[in-house]
Antibody
C-alpha cells in the first residue's frame, strides 16, 4: 500500500524556518517524481514545488522561489521541504504528493499544518 | 504561466442529478489535465487524468472530456458521497496550476 506521511509542521514566527519531511513507503520511491502542494485555510490548492525522480530537475512556484528548497533522499525514501523566511501567507496544510508522468498526482499524504504567526 | 478558469465555483444539486464542471485554460495544454475530489479535512483524491482516463477504483459515473483549452468533468448521477469540492489541474508545464475549485453542495 502506498503511504506518504508528512511531518515537521508547526507554529513558527514570521521570518523563521521549518523543514518538512515526507516518508514514503509501499512503492519504489526512487522511480517517482514528487511534489509539495499546499492549501491555506479555507482556500484552494496551490502547487509549491516539484522534484524529478533523480533530484536533478527542480521547479518552484514564484511565491516561494528563493525561500523554499525541495530535496529528496532516495536511500531513505524521503522527500523534504526546507522553508526559510516564512511569511503569514505561507500558513497552510502542506501535502507531499506523488506524480506519475503524464498522469498527474495519484497519491497524496495526509498533510502537515504550518502556521506562521507571531 | 497557464491560467485556469474553473466554473461554477458553487453548484447546488440533488442526488440523481447530472452535474458538469468546466475548466478553461489560457493556452492549450493538449490532454495534460487531471480532476481531483476533496472532502473536508481530507487530502484530494485523483478522479481523472489525461483529461478523460478514469483512475482505478473511481466509479464510472465520473467522466472527463476535452483537449486543448476546454475541459469538463461530468458526474452522471450524483450520489450522496459525491458532495465535495472538485479541482482541475494542468500538468502540461511548470508552474503546475489548479483551478479555483467547485463546491458541490446539497440543494
Amino acid at each position: 500500500e502506498v503511504q506518504l506521511v508528512e511531518s515537521g509542521g508547526g507554529l513558527v514566527q514570521p521570518g523563521g524556518s521549518l523543514r518538512l519531511s515526507c516518508a514514503a513507503s509501499g512503492f519504489t520511491f526512487s522511480s517517482y517524481e514528487m511534489n509539495w502542494v499546499r492549501q491555506a485555510p479555507g482556500k484552494g490548492l496551490e502547487w509549491v514545488s516539484y522534484i524529478s525522480s533523480s533530484g536533478s530537475t527542480i521547479y518552484y512556484a514564484d511565491s516561494v522561489k528563493g525561500r523554499f528548497t525541495i530535496s529528496r533522499d532516495n536511500a531513505k525514501n524521503s522527500l523534504y521541504l526546507q522553508m526559510n523566511s516564512l511569511r503569514a501567507e505561507d500558513t497552510a496544510v502542506y501535502y507531499c504528493a506523488r506524480e506519475v508522468a503524464a498522469a498527474g498526482i495519484d497519491y497524496w499524504g495526509q498533510g502537515t499544518l504550518v502556521t506562521v504567526s507571531s | 504561466v497557464i491560467w485556469m478558469t474553473q466554473s461554477p465555483s458553487l453548484l447546488s444539486a440533488s442526488t440523481g442529478d447530472r452535474v458538469i464542471i468546466s475548466c478553461r485554460m489560457s493556452q492549450g495544454i493538449s490532454s495534460y489535465l487531471a480532476w481531483y475530489q476533496q472532502k473536508p479535512g481530507k487530502a484530494p483524491e485523483l478522479l481523472i487524468y489525461a483529461a478523460s482516463t478514469l483512475q482505478s477504483g473511481v466509479p464510472s459515473r465520473f467522466s472527463g472530456s476535452g483537449s486543448g483549452t476546454d475541459f469538463t468533468l461530468t458526474i452522471s448521477c450524483l450520489q450522496s458521497e459525491d458532495f465535495a469540492t472538485y479541482y482541475c489541474q494542468q500538468y502540461y508545464s511548470f508552474p503546475q496550476t489548479f483551478g479555483q475549485g467547485t463546491k458541490v453542495e446539497i440543494k
